[in-house]
């Protein structure tokens, strides 16, 4: 069933648009949890296969091997923190007016339709405001979390970068005395 | 002429202004500190 223009109460939809942008905010806010948990899991990973690797005493073969896998990774794990930086910090919110507000804002329309003696249209004047003001902060805070949300799937994507070299370096890590048979 | 001179310099009584509606606020995350929409 179409649902015309003039039936449509643009105030609720615009309130209910504002109120999902604040709830996805705060769902992209709870989803950082654990990226940021992975971030350090990762970044002692690799330090510890780092520090732990036997630079010295391995075949060359297998130092160039682990160095081309740990660069990489260390990499990915440093461009997936700044975006996870990027996915928090810098994003300024747009909020309704408090109650209070709204309400002292009504109370001098009726004083001032009052003072000028027309008839009293404040409540519609308020529904006009809240109305804008809705879909104004609505959208500004839209391209907010869809910044946000690109931010965080960026610093996923690296993640599985970190994850795939840093198997690689535990791998050679792991083989080290195979190649100290195989090499001598 | 003297007296529309007068008349030109009395104050016009000043209309009521319509008030002026409450703005949104922008407030940064990690930050508390509350800004106004236009200024």
Redesign the interface.
């Known amino acids: 069933m179409l649902i015309s223009c003039q039936n449509m109460d643009f105030l609720t939809h615009n309130q209910k648009e504002y109120i999902r942008e604040l709830e996805r905010r705060n769902e992209l806010r709870r989803s950082l949890t654990l990226p940021i948990g992975l971030s350090i899991l990762f970044g002692g990973a690799i330090y510890s296969l780092m520090a732990g690797f036997s630079w010295s005493d391995e075949p060359v073969l297998a130092v160039y091997a682990f160095v081309t896998a740990s660069v990489p990774a260390s990499v990915f794990w440093a461009s997936a923190v700044l975006f996870l930086i990027k996915s ?11 109650a209070k ?2 309400e ?2 009504k109370e ?2 009726v004083d ?1 339709y009052k ?2 003696a027309q008839e009293d249209i404040s409540d519609q ?1 308020v529904r006009d ?1 809240l109305r804008k ?1 809705y879909a ?2 609505a959208h ?1 805070n839209c391209l907010n979390n869809n910044t946000k949300a690109a931010e965080l799937h960026k610093a996923n994507v690296r993640f599985v970068g970190v994850l795939l070299f840093l198997g690689l370096m535990s791998l050679i890590s792991i083989s080290q005395p195979f190649l100290e048979v195989f090499y001598g | 002429m003297a007296s529309d001179d007068n008349a030109q310099k009395k104050p016009e009584p000043k ?5 002026k ?10 930050n508390d500190k509350r ?1 106004k ?1 236009n200024g």
């Open positions: 928090h910090i810098g994003y300024e919110y747009a909020y309704m007016p408090t507000e709204l002292e804002y001098k329309l001032f003072e000028i004047d405001h003001e104004d902060n500004h | 209309e009521p202004q319509k008030p509606a409450p703005p949104s606020r922008y407030i940064k995350e990690n800004k929409k």
